[in-house]
């Protein structure tokens, strides 16, 4: 069974509405446990029992509505494939650019974010590498150290032994 995806509530006068995705996370863990609502508001850290059903009333209302979705047809699969027909299909470039950028932003490459980890971008550190190589004669490579850990006893002797029964399958 697929994973079900959560169902937002993004309005409301009240805290009902919001998105407790966590709570109702651990609710599920928490009904391995026990039963009782008590307990249950206690250990997902809400203010009254309703909270605790009413967080079961989300999860109730989530599986539904993945429920739905799925006997209609509307799975994953049925949108991209649509969505990939109005980018072959498209009578205009920005149609097509459109949809495109629907698909990236969904895999969330619609944006390249510079990051600056060791002092710098990773394209400033490769052209950093290619400058220290311009430097050398032609034909050497940077040297580099490289501390190779000890290995344990226990998994040396268990090499050994483990090369040894295979030298002895071949012989």
């Given at each position: 069974?697929?994973?079900?995806?959560?169902?937002?509530?993004?309005?409301?006068?009240?805290?009902?509405?919001?998105?407790?995705?966590?709570?109702?996370?651990?609710?599920?863990?928490?009904?391995?446990?026990?039963?009782?609502?008590?307990?249950?508001?206690?250990?997902?850290?809400?203010?009254?029992?309703?909270?605790?059903?009413?967080?079961?009333?989300?999860?109730?209302?989530?599986?539904?509505?993945?429920?739905?979705?799925?006997?209609?047809?509307?799975?994953?699969?049925?949108?991209?494939?649509?969505?990939?027909?109005?980018?072959?299909?498209?009578?205009?470039?920005?149609?097509?650019?459109?949809?495109?950028?629907?698909?990236?932003?969904?895999?969330?490459?619609?944006?390249?974010?510079?990051?600056?980890?060791?002092?710098?971008?990773?394209?400033?550190?490769?052209?950093?590498?290619?400058?220290?190589?311009?430097?050398?004669?032609?034909?050497?490579?940077?040297?580099?150290?490289?501390?190779?850990?000890?290995?344990?006893?226990?998994?040396?002797?268990?090499?050994?032994?483990?090369?040894?029964?295979?030298?002895?399958?071949?012989d």
């Open positions: 069974m697929a994973k079900l995806k959560p169902v937002v509530f993004v309005q409301g006068k009240y805290a009902y509405n919001v998105q407790n995705t966590t709570q109702q996370i651990m609710l599920l863990n928490a009904l391995k446990v026990t039963k009782d609502p008590n307990k249950l508001r206690d250990l997902i850290g809400v203010k009254t029992v309703a909270d605790v059903y009413r967080t079961l009333d989300k999860i109730a209302m989530r599986k539904e509505y993945q429920t739905a979705l799925g006997k209609h047809g509307m799975t994953f699969d049925y949108i991209v494939k649509n969505i990939k027909s109005e980018i072959d299909n498209a009578e205009k470039s920005s149609d097509r650019l459109s949809a495109l950028n629907m698909i990236l932003k969904s895999t969330g490459l619609d944006k390249y974010e510079d990051s600056t980890i060791g002092g710098g971008s990773w394209e400033d550190i490769l052209l950093k590498i290619n400058d220290e190589q311009k430097e050398l004669p032609a034909g050497e490579m940077k040297e580099y150290d490289v501390d190779v850990p000890e290995m344990p006893e226990h998994i040396r002797l268990a090499k050994e032994k483990s090369n040894k029964e295979s030298k002895q399958i071949y």
